[in-house]
């Protein structure tokens, strides 16, 4: 179920791949990067998805860092919004999730830290309990109160809090860039199939360089 489809050394063949295969190039619905309206979202980037000893440890995911550590300082230096989010559990807030999944993370896990590549002063940390970052949290406003109309998604895991979230902020009215390069998941098959999703009705898909290019 689990496999290392992203490398340091394949991220970029392999995520142009993956956008073609998405068909990507065929959106109707097409949004015009605008970097001044944007912000750049970091999701769960925490040690709990990103050590090999941990049983939800993403195979892929370190190889998402370098390109996730480039956009934090292209869109600090610019002065661009760039929030965190990681996710925690109480009993009180886990719902479903807790049905679902083996365990739960919760904050007195050292794992449940967002990894030390990652430099968070350059943002905002937002603590969220779903799937969906927008849920039961100040994003949303966040948002609004910085005139920010765009986000580029990036973070784990694709098919899960990447992808919703990225249908979620659709909903509230924000322009969503996907990236394929700087989200990963358990494996292809997964990744691949939110890619598909998503660029058929509710973002735009990039790679990081695209989207540092217009930085």
Known sequence: MKEAYFSLETIQTKALEMLQKSGADLRRNNF?????????LVLDMQTYFLESTSHAYIPSGRAIIPGIRDLILAFSIRRLPVIFTRHLNT??????????WRDIITAENPKSEIIPELDLSAGIVLEK????AFYQS??????????VSQVVISGVMTHLCCETTARCAFVRGFEVFFL??????????????????LSHGFASLMLAKDILTNL
């Open 180 to 197: 394929v390069d700087g989200t990963a998941t358990y494996n292809e098959q997964f990744h691949q199939a939110s890619l598909l999703n």
């Open 138 to 147: 100040p994003l949303e406003y966040i948002l609004r109160n910085r005139a």
């Open 91 to 100: 009993s009180q807030d886990v719902g479903l999730m807790a049905t679902w």
């Open 129 to 132: 309990s779903q799937y969906d």
């Open 32 to 40: 015009q990067y605008i970097p001044e309206r944007s912000a750049l």
